[in-house]
């Protein structure tokens, strides 16, 4: 580059050079603007903080492109674990809500509850079940599932959706029932 280039013009040649194309890549894989947003953000974050990588570097677009790989990466993988932590932790508040009075029955409570919705599972249409076990037994992405039966992530999402409302039906009878 030009030796009377400062380091904040470089980068902001580098930025209008890549940022919708790190974006775009980020929102072709997440389906969403604000996660592309936030991706692509980290990703020139984190690069300025190093200006021996991307300053005077002819094939910053490799690296650039790894970087937003992983930064996907990353965060598919926090949203997995998230998703799994919430689901540990509806769990466990659904068992403390359904057993105030702590007596022996609370176990059998509980165990009729999961009994009750593997059977409403088990009476899904079978590509949602399919899709719902994908994501809450199996742990995967939205994104995965949708790539893996060929299908749309709005697919997936809808088919999730329509799941957790079938279900949340039968925990209110039952939560219902547990207290009459």
Known sequence: MDKDITLEQEFD???????????NFALMLLKSGQ????????????????????QDNPGIDKY??????????????HKRIERSYQQAQMEESLFKDLSPSGDTLDAIYYKE???ALQMAVE????????????????G???????????????TVERQIYLSLVELKKIVFILFFLHFI
Do not use: G
């Open 13 to 23: 040649l580098v930025f209008k050079a890549h940022y919708s194309l790190v974006k």
């Open 35 to 54: 996660d592309a947003d936030d991706i692509a953000q980290d990703v020139f974050t984190r690069l300025w903080a190093k200006p021996q990588i991307w």
């Open 64 to 77: 650039i492109y790894a970087m937003t790989k992983h930064a996907i990466f990353d965060f598919l993988k």
């Open 113 to 115: 509850i999961q009994l």
């Open 123 to 138: 009476q899904f249409p079978e590509r949602r079940r399919l899709i719902f076990e994908m994501s809450r037994i199996q």
């Open 140 to 154: 995967m992405s939205h994104l995965e599932i949708a790539e893996k039966l060929d299908i749309s992530v709005r």
